[in-house]
């Protein structure tokens, strides 16, 4: 990429930090329960969460998914999802660097698996929102990364070229399904990683 490449990032554990641990234990479970719970809502292995991430159910829908499946977390499950306004940490130096980045001429565009309700939350006072030139998230079209239609819906939005794009996400299989679309693509693997690459760029 001879001219300065389209940036594409993920949210969750790129842009943000989750906390979902934290959250549970602040709620009142014991460490071992705090990671039953949260593996309970994010490894299910019918993929609820990925139904609420595509914008195919409603959260009362999910809940009661959820308390129907796990009856005697119910409520810390019904807690847990009520309350995504706890359960993300920002990264300022990273946002920093993003204006840094769209104010050196680089475009900006956010590419990420959110249900509609917590990317609301998650994203309400993110500063990186003011730098973005556009964005598609898995609600918006019910489709998920790293399937290649929500990379696709991306680049026709914004008549991108998949050649010309550089993403970055916390997910080997997202920045797989990036690349085999066409994309270089950035396995973030930390925060301090990221930072280190982004200062490459400018």
Known sequence: MK?????IFDVGEVLLEYRWKDMLRDYGLCEADALRVGTEVFEDSSNL???FDRGIVTMEEIIASYCHKYPADGEAITWFISHGEYMHVPRPAVWKLVHQLKESGFRIYLL??????LFQK???YADFMQDIDGLMVSYMIHQS???????????????LTPESCLFFDDRLENVQG??????TAVHVTSQESLLEYLRSLL
Not at 3 to 7: A, G, R, S, V
Not at 112 to 117: G, H, K, L, Q, T
Not at 145 to 159: N, T, V
């Open 112 to 117: 990420s698996n959110y249900p509609e309700v």
């Open 122 to 124: 998650h994203t309400e």
């Open 178 to 183: 990036a690349r085999d679309f066409g994309m």
């Open 49 to 51: 969460w990925s139904t």
């Open 3 to 7: 001219d300065k490449p389209n940036l």
């Open 145 to 159: 990364k790293p399937d290649r239609a929500i990379y696709e819906a991306l680049c026709d939005k914004y008549g």
